[in-house]
C-alpha cells in the first residue's frame, strides 16, 4: 500500500523560505506523477505544482518563481522548495501521487501545516 508522508512545515517570517518533503512508501516515486497542494481555511483545495515521471515540471501562477518541485528517486522522496513566502502562503500543504497517464491524484498525503507571519 502506498503511502505519503509529508514534513517540513513551521512558522515563519514573510520572506523567509521552507522546504517542504514528502517521503513515499509502499512504491517508487519514479513510476508515478507527484504533486504539490495547498488548502487555507475557507479556500478550495489548490494545486501549486506538478512533476511526472519524465521529470517536466508545471506551476501555478500564484507560485510561479518561487516555489520549485523536485524528486530524489533515490530517497524516494519529492521536495517543495519555497521561496519569498507570503502571509497569503499559510495554509495545509499536501503531496499527492497520480498515474502519470491519468489527471486524478488518488493517494494523498496528511498535509503539513505552513504559517508565514506578516
Known amino acids: 500500500q502506498v503511502q505519503l508522508v509529508e514534513s517540513g512545515g513551521g512558522l515563519v517570517q514573510t520572506g523567509g523560505s521552507l522546504r517542504l518533503s514528502c517521503v513515499v512508501s509502499g512504491g517508487r516515486i519514479r513510476d508515478y506523477a507527484m504533486g504539490w497542494f495547498r488548502q487555507a481555511p475557507g479556500k478550495e483545495r489548490e494545486v501549486l505544482v506538478d512533476?511526472?515521471?519524465?521529470?517536466?515540471?508545471t506551476d501555478s501562477d500564484s507560485v510561479k518563481g518561487r516555489f520549485t518541485i523536485s524528486r530524489d528517486n533515490a530517497k524516494n522522496t519529492v521536495f517543495l522548495q519555497m521561496n519569498s513566502l507570503k502571509p497569503e502562503d499559510t495554509a495545509v500543504y499536501y503531496c499527492?501521487?497520480?498515474?502519470?497517464?491519468?489527471?486524478?491524484?488518488?493517494?494523498w498525503g496528511r498535509g503539513t501545516q505552513v504559517t508565514v507571519s506578516s
Open positions: 512533476i511526472k515521471r519524465s521529470g517536466y515540471t
Open positions: 499527492a501521487l497520480r498515474n502519470d497517464y491519468s489527471a486524478n491524484y488518488h493517494i
